[in-house]
């Protein structure tokens, strides 16, 4: 897999003479069909555009339904290409969807978030939510080609910036301690992106390489992830209370890095600098004592689970990341509860 981070009007025009492809199909929502699918209209041949809807209630089976029938409709065949243009949702769902199409084409991811880029675009992980649980169906594909360019954070709200955010600040937490350092000490706004999105795609090109399928210790992505994953789907349900990704997954680090104080893995320091600089940019989730019961249930579904036991990727020090770690019910209650108050 090739991760470039550079001007996108170079890069893709590369990738597209180093290729001779049948059909070209550019999956968008209507945020990255108005802002971002300009960027390379005019840098692509004959192509078809494909729309689904934004967000991640529609990152399921019968928007799938969608983007097959629309290649199969255009007779696209196994020689043809899917460009993901958008953020974690066009990226997971296109990219399962080119996966499955007669048996997998080729697709390439083009991320217009921070989240995208520095997390979701990396790594081969496709899929889609099924019956409320997130990202239950999928597979491991690698796309042929992440083209990056952090120009498309112009048109990005402070709220889309701010849960990327969350993923930057976990790949330092688990590899890269003098970088935590860094930018705790800052802002959400003097944070200095084109640092840090090529810093975090590097931790997790390195971490991918070695458990390409996530046998071992590709894991430690997942720090934050399981209360996190769980917070996240049991608010996807109500319009109300949804929260971004990196809300839910800043809250998770919050409470998992509880878990690791209480096991002796972290020291109160670290557990303060932590809960202190997520508070400060994400602010606390509302948890209701009707919330805690299914929160914890959801836990049960989390991928990286054995034989019915939870287990974690929990901070083992500054930088580092231990993983499957076993963790009781009565644990995460707690460390809901900590966060809580």
Known sequence: MSVQISPL????????????????????????????????KNILPKHKIIMIRPGEHFKNLATCEVV?????????????????????????????????????????????????????SVGGKLGIDFHGFKNHIGVFK?????????????????LELRSGFAEIIKHCLIADAAKWNIIRRRDLNQQNWDDLVPH???????????????????????????????????FLADPKRRLMHGEAIAAGMIA??????????IDTGLLEQIEEYLFSIYGRVTIADSDLEPVLMLTLQDKKNRNGQVRMALLDGPGSCAYDVPVTKSEMRRALDYYRT
Request: charged share 20%; glycine share 8%; net charge negative.
């Open 9 to 40: 009007a170079e890069s893709l025009s590369a990738f597209l003479k180093q290729h001779n492809y049948s059909a070209i199909a550019v999956l968008v929502d209507a945020n990255t069909k108005r802002f971002c699918y300009p960027a390379i």
């Open 68 to 120: 097959w029938q629309a290649l199969t409709d255009a007779e696209f065949d196994r020689h043809a290409l899917v460009i993901d243009l958008g953020g974690g949702v066009i990226g997971d769902l296109g990219g399962f969807c080119a996966a499955t199409y007669k048996r997998g084409i080729d697709f390439i991811q083009i991320p217009t978030t921070l989240l995208s880029q520095v997390d979701a």
């Open 142 to 158: 690698l796309p042929e080609a992440v083209l990056i360019d952090t120009v498309f954070f112009q048109t990005l709200p402070e």
């Open 200 to 234: 975090s795609v590097e931790i997790k090109k390195n971490i991918v390489a070695q458990d390409p399928n996530e046998k071992g210790i590709r894991k430690i992505l997942n720090f934050g992830h399981t209360l996190g994953h769980a917070l996240e789907t049991h």
């Open 256 to 265: 998992e890095a509880f878990i690791a104080n209480r096991k002796g893995m």
